[in-house]
Antibody, heavy 125, light 108 residues
Framework: QVQLQESGPGLVKPSETLSLTCTVS??????????WGWIRQPPGKGLEWIGI?????????YYNPSLKSQVSISADTSNNQFSLKVTSMTAADTAVYYC???????????????WGQGALVTVSS | DIQMTQSPSSLSASVGDRVTITCRASQSISTFLNWYQQKPGKAPKLLIYSASNLQSGVPSRFSGSGSGTDFSLTITGLHPEDFATYYC??????????FGQGTRLESK
């Protein structure tokens, strides 16, 4: 079965760029059947969608409009990994960052499953 | 953006109870509605997809219903391991996926 695992720095300074990697095992991120995404959760708060991407052929990405200028998703298909970059980090970006697979059902129905275990990123000087 | 509003925000119940959590969308989303369970320190887990379909491996005491703007998640016969936070999520538009604010289910 597919498993996802986030990795990256636990501490980032204000104004710096965060780079997180999601390593996928048990399935190819280049599959035409799935998208791959990032979601974050500030401590004690709810879930915020960051963006999703397909890495099939030329690929496609969709970002949360409120974060679009700050984030980007890319892939290293040779290592079956995809990454998130968040620029100009501030304290408001402190959160647990999750990667997840987007599964499609009938029509365009879709849902996040499975999820990685999450990576806590703290923004502090 | 499509806003998702869950109610209640928190709920106290006892083992064996039947509980219902509702989720309302700010516009019609057909059945593009998913439910997740999250326990402290863990990633969310998919329970229900497309409003009423039980994810494989999820106990049958969980059920979902609704379409359009109003949805519900029902747990019939609470088990101790069901005390958690529950989130709804709309997938109607890939351009702006949104989650509800969450409902915390606590033991009475």
């Amino acid at each position: 079965q597919v498993q996802l695992q986030e990795s990256g720095p636990g501490l980032v300074k204000p104004s710096e760029t965060l780079s997180l990697t999601c390593t996928v095992s048990g399935g190819s991120i280049s599959s035409s059947s799935y998208y791959w995404g990032w979601i974050r959760q500030p401590p004690g708060k709810g879930l915020e969608w960051i963006g999703i991407a397909s890495f099939y052929y030329s690929g496609r990405t969709y970002y949360n409009p409120s974060l679009k200028s700050q984030v980007s998703i890319s892939a290293d298909t040779s290592n079956n990994q995809f990454s998130l970059k968040v620029t100009s980090m501030t304290a408001a970006d402190t959160a647990v960052y999750y990667c997840a697979r987007i599964t499609y059902g009938s029509g365009t129905q879709n849902w996040f499953d499975p999820w990685g275990q999450g990576a806590l990123v703290t923004v502090s000087s | 953006d499509i806003q998702m509003t869950q109610s209640p925000s928190s709920l106290s119940a006892s083992v064996g109870d039947r509980v219902t959590i509702t989720c309302r969308a700010s516009q019609s989303i057909s059945t593009f509605l998913n439910w997740y369970q999250q326990k402290p320190g863990k990633a969310p887990k998919l329970l229900i997809y497309s409003a009423s379909n039980l994810q494989s491996g999820v106990p049958s005491r969980f059920s979902g219903s609704g379409s359009g703007t109003d949805f519900s998640l029902t747990i019939t016969g609470l088990h101790p391991e069901d005390f958690a936070t529950y989130y709804c999520q709309q997938s109607y538009t890939t351009l702006a996926i949104t989650f509800g604010q969450g409902t915390r289910l606590e033991s009475k």
